[in-house]
């Protein structure tokens, strides 16, 4: 089994920064894809950005030139730091990783989420 642990939420004013860390553990063979998700109150989960095992990344349009995802492979850890926050970028966070088992299982791990809160 594996587990995600993220960190780094917090409250920040309009136009501040924040650097998320989402580090796994447990039974992994192998992390493919490592994506962080949010989701505002009374709104769907949205894509934020993702990034591949050779580093090819993907990001919402909404946080184009903001938003940066990074991972160590080492340390089984994704990045996301994000610059020049706006009142809309608050939600919950989650990291997702598509984790392969020893036994050939693949599936996606989720974090239990964090905090983003921007003041206006």
């Known amino acids: 089994q594996v587990q995600l642990v993220e960190s780094g939420g917090g409250l920040v004013q309009a136009g501040g920064s924040l650097r998320l860390s989402c580090a796994a553990s447990?039974?992994?063979?192998?992390?493919?894809?490592m994506a962080w998700y949010r989701q505002a109150p009374g709104k769907e989960r949205e894509l934020v950005a993702a990034?591949?095992?050779?580093?090819?990344?993907n990001y919402a349009d909404s946080v184009k030139g903001r938003y940066t995802i990074s991972r160590d492979n080492a340390k089984n850890t994704v990045y996301l730091q994000m610059n020049s926050l706006k009142p809309e970028d608050t939600a919950v966070y989650y990291c997702?990783?598509?984790?392969?088992?020893?036994?050939?299982?693949?599936?996606?791990?989720w974090g239990q989420g964090t905090q983003v809160t921007v003041s206006s």
């Open positions: 447990g039974a992994i063979s192998r992390i493919n894809t």
């Open positions: 990034i591949t095992t050779r580093s090819i990344t």
């Open positions: 997702k990783a598509e984790i392969s088992s020893a036994t050939g299982w693949v599936y996606d791990a």
